[in-house]
């Protein structure tokens, strides 16, 4: 089991920045990559990034040059940081967990967290 906890989420003006922490904790060994999903009301969940254990990032073409993923292995801990923001970034955005060689692959999700763009 895999237990995933997500901060950093609020209100921010169009342009500006917020960053997301996920704490996780557990059986960490089984982990292929940590991905940042997001959900905005009446639209499916979709993927905003994702980094591998091995430090490869790769980014929706909608945040690329915008939003980066970084990891402190050290505190089991993955962050996004979002700048630039725009309003069509509001969404409650999830941190997950993927062992991507079981088929199909398990994710395992955070409790989500608001962001919300002003214009």
């Known amino acids: 089991q895999v237990q995933l906890v997500e901060s950093g989420g609020g209100l921010v003006q169009g342009g500006g920045s917020l960053r997301l922490s996920c704490a996780a904790s557990g059986s960490l060994f089984s982990i292929d990559f940590m991905g940042w999903y997001r959900q905005a009301p009446g639209k499916q969940r979709e993927l905003v990034g994702a980094?591998?254990?091995?430090?490869?990032?790769n980014y929706a073409d909608s945040v690329k040059g915008r939003f980066t993923i970084s990891r402190d292995n050290t505190k089991n801990t993955v962050y996004l940081q979002m700048n630039s923001l725009k309003p069509e970034d509001t969404a409650v955005y999830y941190c997950?967990?993927?062992?991507?060689?079981?088929?199909?692959?398990?994710?395992?999700w955070g409790q989500g967290t608001q962001v919300t763009v002003s214009s």
């Open positions: 980094i591998t254990s091995g430090g490869r990032e």
């Open positions: 997950a967990a993927t062992i991507a060689t079981q088929r199909p692959p398990y994710h395992y």
